[in-house]
C-alpha cells in the first residue's frame, strides 16, 4: 500500500457502514477517539451520499448529506465540513495521527515534498528502536 496517499473511495452502497469525522469546529473540546462517528448509507446517488447513525430515532442530529467527490459537506467554509471515510481510510487516517505523533515525539518533521510517508518513517524507526506504534 503505498502510505503517502488516502486510500480510493471504491464503491458505495446503501447498507455499507462508513465513518463520519466531525468537522474541526466540532472537534473542539473533544479528543481524537470522539472525532469518529459509525453512520450507515441510506441513499448513494451519483454526486450526494446520505448517512445516518444505527439505531437512532432522531434524523435531524444524526443524519448526514455529504458529496461523493469531496467526501464532505460541501460548505464553502472548511472548518464546517464533516467528512465521511471508508474503512480503509479511516484506518490509514488513524495510523497517519499515530505516526506522526510518533515522530514528534522523536523529534523529527517530515518536511513537504519528502519521499516519506509519516507512516512508512514512523514503522521503520519504530522497528529500528524496538518499539510499537
Known sequence: MDWS????L???????????RRSPNDMRRRTEDEAWIEVEITKASRVWIEM???????????????????Q???????????SF????????RVDSVKAD???????????YGSSWSAIELAEVLASHLGEEL
Open 10 to 20: 471504491g464503491e458505495l452502497k446503501v447498507g455499507d457502514t462508513v465513518w463520519v
Open 5 to 8: 496517499k488516502k486510500p480510493p
Open 85 to 92: 471515510w471508508t474503512k480503509e481510510q479511516k484506518q490509514w
Open 101 to 111: 505523533r510518533f515522530l514528534k515525539e522523536q523529534g523529527i518533521e517530515i518536511r
Open 52 to 70: 445516518r447513525k444505527p439505531g437512532v430515532n432522531d434524523w435531524s442530529i444524526y443524519t448526514y448529506r455529504m458529496r461523493r467527490d469531496t
Open 72 to 82: 464532505n459537506e460541501g460548505s464553502q467554509y472548511s472548518g464546517n465540513n464533516a
